[in-house]
């Protein structure tokens, strides 16, 4: 099982006994020595890197089975915090506009029925008003129509 | 079979001692960033770490991990893409300080300043190379792996991987010039 978990390049047998066509351009000894070189360049750097950070990163093999980098660990947790502060921001935004429009609604429905109480008592008076100026007119024309009697009973009286 | 996870576990420990310096190399290259690096290497290994149990072995243990570090590495970069408070600051360093490490053979002081200037410009180049034939010409020309192993570890035919490589290798040699 798993036989070939350490076999790093097992390939690497093969090398130069099967060229590929891209590898016959790759013949140019100058360019192979360049490749070379950059190889070297990047291993000896790798190395260089790899055995500075060993002392602190590498030595605890029971690192690669922690959760996270801690980088990742305190990105993911701002990132969690701003979210919970977002969520509860629109919630709370949500719930102070539906509490202000209840609260102007209500204000304008008050307002409304005061108005229509203001126009039925307006409009009461205004009956009552005209009521009495009719009253206050038939009064005073009723003694007009009557005067002719009144000054015939008084010629009868003199006679 | 109460003994079994202690073995694959042992087993893990093995695969974790004899790669994990090549998959930061691997992702070192890549990035140029060590920080990054380090980070994607020890993503890279928890992942091998939680799929251990889907290994069979159908592939080496070096191709299934550059697989897992590909892909980790692909993550990283398409998330970065996403981020819109991502950081315009990069800890990736210069070609030109890559391209100092070089190991001081017997050479002159003069040829080795001429391989240095030919690496620094190497770098330069593949910088600049589109990222399959980056990490194709990578995996063939710094980890020496074979084109099946390479095809296997990126998920590519052989001729695909072929075709990458020498686009990438015709452009090296077309840029380094005469020089070369």
Redesign the interface.
Known sequence: ????????????S??GSAR???ED??Q?P??EA??R??????????????QS?SET??RN?S???????R??LWRQSLVWALSLVLTAGIATGGVYEYHQRELARQMAQREAEHQRQLAQQQHAREVDELLAKVDSDVSREVPSAMEPLASLMAEDDTQ | MASAQPIAAQ?F??????????I??FL??STRD?DLA??LT??C??KA?RNWAG?R?ES???TWLMRIAINVQKDHWRNRRLQFWRTTRTNAVDVDE??E???SGESSPEQQLL?RE??AK??EIVKRLSGRQRMVF?LR??E??????IAGATGLSDGTV?AH??RA??R??AE?GGR?
């Open positions: 099982m798993k036989s070939n978990l350490t076999n790093s390049n097992p390939g690497k093969e090398k590929h066509g891209f351009a790759a140019d100058e360019l360049v490749l070189d950059f190889r070297a360049s990047v291993h000896a750097w790798s190395d260089a890197t790899y950070r990163t590498y093999p690192l690669v089975h922690s959760p996270a980098p980088r990742t | 087993e420990s093995h695969v974790v001692v004899a790669h994990r310096q090549q930061f190399r070192l290259a060590v380090e980070t020890q993503e290994f928890l770490h290994f072995g080496s243990a070096l890559a391209g490490w070089l190991p391989a030919k690496v190497v770098w990578l020309y710094v020496e792996m074979e084109i099946a192993e072929k490589l020498s290798l015709g090296v040699r380094l070369a």
